[in-house]
């Protein structure tokens, strides 16, 4: 079945640096990708949509220029949190529809990214 | 008003027992529906879409009542691998739109 790959699956980074996510379709091609953050005990919100070949749209409340999405090619997205910050720590994932299914189709996860910012 | 709402439990239930869980939308032109497991610290994991005749999975029955704005989800004869979060899931329009979560509803299923 359809996989998405998630990675780094850990990461622990100090105030003020930058951590890179990536989200790859290992066997599908995605046009597009969303990324959710998952607070504990909260439901995933949606961040972003992730366009190939195009400028993410970001939710409302979400920083553009904090979080840097790119989606340069039909089977990967990238997210950047830029100066993370310990309020930044949370479980992030990917998720991807294949290009051209249908509207029930299935969304298919990342296993998650656990970030946690000292 | 929260776009999906759901108990947050915890249910706490016996092996074998039946358990139900309610959803309620508030978006009226949402399109698709589902429910969707998630294990503690992993990725959510679709169980299966709602449609509105109902639908049956094994021990799983989904019902939507697209009047009231409501979808349910029954499990039947519990096992203890039952226990997690469930997560009740709305489309709201066709094409790549995302899909919106509610918070979840936590099943303990206990031996």
């Known amino acids: 079945g359809a996989v998405v790959s998630q990675h780094p699956s850990r990461v622990i980074c100090k105030s003020g640096t930058s951590v890179k996510i990536e989200c790859r379709s290992l066997d599908f091609q995605a046009t597009t990708m969303f990324w959710y953050r998952q607070f504990p005990k909260q439901s995933l919100m949606l961040m972003a949509t992730s366009n190939e070949g195009s400028k993410a749209t970001y939710e409302q409340g979400v920083e553009k220029d904090k979080f840097l999405i790119n989606h340069a090619s039909l089977t990967l997205s990238t997210l950047t949190v830029t100066s993370a910050h310990p309020e930044d720590s949370s479980f992030y994932i990917c998720?991807?529809?294949?290009?051209?299914?249908?509207?029930?189709?299935?969304?298919?996860f990342g296993n998650g990214t656990r970030l946690t910012v000292t | 008003r929260k776009e999906v709402e759901q108990d947050p439990g915890p249910f706490n239930v016996p092996e074998g027992a039946t358990v139900a869980f309610n959803c309620t939308y508030s978006n009226s032109a949402s399109q698709s529906f589902f429910w969707y497991r998630q294990d503690c610290r992993k990725e959510p994991k679709l169980l299966m879409s709602?449609?509105?005749s109902g639908n049956e999975d094994g021990r799983f029955t989904a019902q939507l009542n697209r009047a009231s704005q409501y979808i349910s989800l029954l499990i039947r004869d519990s096992k203890l691998s039952d226990s997690a979060t469930y997560l009740c899931v709305v489309k709201s329009s066709s094409g790549n739109t995302p899909l919106v979560f509610g918070k979840g509803t936590r099943l303990s299923v206990i031996a």
């Open positions: 998720s991807a529809k294949e290009t051209g299914t249908g509207d029930n189709s299935p969304l298919h």
């Open positions: 709602v449609y509105s």
